[in-house]
């Protein structure tokens, strides 16, 4: 979940990260206001979740109130990546000596969060990271052991900066790894920091993204930042599609049976449990196949729900086949998912035996589930059958291999 | 329209309003309801969504309440 630059300022301000002067406006004239409370050259930046901002002309640069005011009319009215803006930060522009990059990420492969610094900030660090390894310092974090700011001076020196500027980066580094821990983020990233000419730092921009299960944890933190449950923030506004998956997926409380997300592909995907549906997608992919969505079941959904999410799958145009496969379950019974999902065939008017390309659900009561499929000519395979092995059946089904 | 199961309450039980509401209590997933005279009546929207625990069956006298898979 992304966060608003200027909700991540008011993250970053709580943690006592320096930032510029300057407020959130949702009208010129609120605009115009900021502007005369903060005075003196100023900077106008567009509220959206995309990036891109400087290119799209969604920045932009004042000296007056009244220049503001009309610089943030154009922000406001101007949509970039087909998102409107919420409304315009206000900031004033600081005189920048040098600047760096830092970020928190999670890092999948080592399962351990990692503290990035560059001193060659305001550029993507990707492209630092590709042209100027050197320019970059690295570490990886604990997530048991309370973060120290020793650690975050080990970074900094690593680029060869001391003194006062090792001094007063250093809180910096730390508050931004601490709000990486406490709030759950899976990115925090400060870029630019700048280093102003008086050698004080500021955090000119920067990017939250908090991990999306821990979005109840911090209910509270959300709500004080006026973000609405129903808020989906993700990068691009979801499609209909995605919108009628969620919709299935609030049917009622049991289990999950949503998350879906679209794609171009032909082959509907009904997956899910432990982890399996990243792992199966992947899987479809590597063996030719090409989905037609993304979702997640899993905690034992009705039968209502995955008839209803079978049914929307199956309604997506050029979706020929299904493929329902799933981890070994315990907690999702299997005879439950046949139900539902030969339900949702049957009602969308197809015969199971031909559009169901596999059926790979092991778990508590598959006997009972296997005999629903017998029943409807289904084809069917146990946990003889790996995940791998069962993406690749169904890919063949559809006559890619 | 049920397409997996189907459920059999003998008139005996059904028609006698303490008897139905014991049904509605047991059963988890609400196949039973009470019409306004308070006998028993199946919900046949959510027949599919038997767990099959058993629990109707058991609180009768054997043969009064039947679950029948359809599909065996």
């Known amino acids: ?125 990707e492209e630092v990271a590709e042209r100027h390894p050197e320019h970059i310092a690295r570490l990886h974090l604990s997530t048991l052991v309370p973060f120290q700011d020793y ?44 280093e102003l000419e008086d050698g004080s730092f500021l955090c000119l921009d920067c990017h939250l993204d908090m991990e999306e299960e821990a979005r109840d944890r911090h209910a509270r933190l959300l709500q004080e930042l006026g973000i ?69 079941i899993g905690g034992n959904p009705s039968v209502r729900k995955a008839s209803e999410l079978t049914k929307l799958v199956l309604s997506k145009p050029g979706v ?26 049957i009602e969308s008017g197809y015969d199971p035996k031909e559009k169901i390309a596999i059926f790979r659900i092991p778990g508590s009561w598959e006997d009972e589930g296997f005999k629903i499929l017998r029943k409807y000519g289904v084809e069917y395979v146990d946990r003889t059958v790996s995940l791998d092995e069962a993406a690749r059946r169904a890919v063949v089904k559809m006559g890619r291999r | 329209m049920a397409m997996f199961v189907r459920v059999e309450v003998a008139p005996s039980v059904a028609s006698q309003p303490e008897l139905a509401r014991k049904l509605v209590e047991v059963c988890p997933v609400d196949i039973f309801a009470q019409n306004p005279d308070r006998t028993v009546r199946i919900v046949e929207e959510n027949l599919d969504e038997c767990v099959l625990c058993d629990l109707c069956s058991q609180a009768f006298p054997p043969g009064t309440v039947r679950v029948i898979k359809l599909y065996e």
Not at chain 1, 37 to 50: A, D, E, H, P
């Open chain 1, 1 to 125: 979940m992304r966060f608003y630059e200027y909700e991540a300022k008011v993250l970053l301000g709580r943690q006592g990260v320096p930032l510029p002067k300057g407020s959130n406006a949702k009208t010129p004239e609120e605009a115009e206001q900021v502007a005369g409370q903060i005075g003196g050259s100023l900077v106008l930046k567009s509220q959206v979740l995309t990036g891109g901002r400087m290119k799209a002309g969604g920045i932009k640069f004042a000296t007056s109130p009244q220049e503001a005011r009309k610089e943030a009319a154009g922000i406001l009215a101007l949509a970039i990546n087909g998102q409107k803006p919420r409304s315009v930060l206000v900031e004033g522009r600081a005189a920048v000596r040098q600047e760096f990059y830092v970020g928190v990420i999670y890092d999948a492969l080592a399962k351990r969060p990692l503290l990035i610094l560059s001193d060659m900030g305001g550029i993507d660090i």
């Open chain 1, 151 to 194: 650690q975050a001076k080990e970074v900094i020196s690593n680029l060869g900066i001391t003194g006062n500027r090792l001094t007063r980066m250093t809180p910096i580094l730390a508050r931004l790894v601490r709000l990486f821990l406490q709030y759950n983020l899976t990115l925090a990233e400060i870029n630019p920091l700048a």
């Open chain 1, 228 to 296: 609405g449950r129903d808020e989906s923030r993700q990068a691009r506004p979801p499609t209909p599609f995605e919108v009628r998956g969620a919709q299935v997926d609030a049917i009622d409380t049991r289990g999950v049976a949503g998350r879906v997300v679209e794609f171009d592909g032909d082959l509907g995907l009904i997956i899910g449990a432990g982890g399996g549906s990243l792992t199966l997608l992947d899987a479809v992919r590597k063996h030719g196949g090409r989905p037609a969505n993304y979702c997640e």
């Open chain 1, 320 to 345: 020929e086949k299904i493929a329902v496969m799933m981890n070994v379950v315990s907690n999702t019974r299997v005879d439950m998912m046949a139900r539902g999902v030969i339900k949702g065939v």
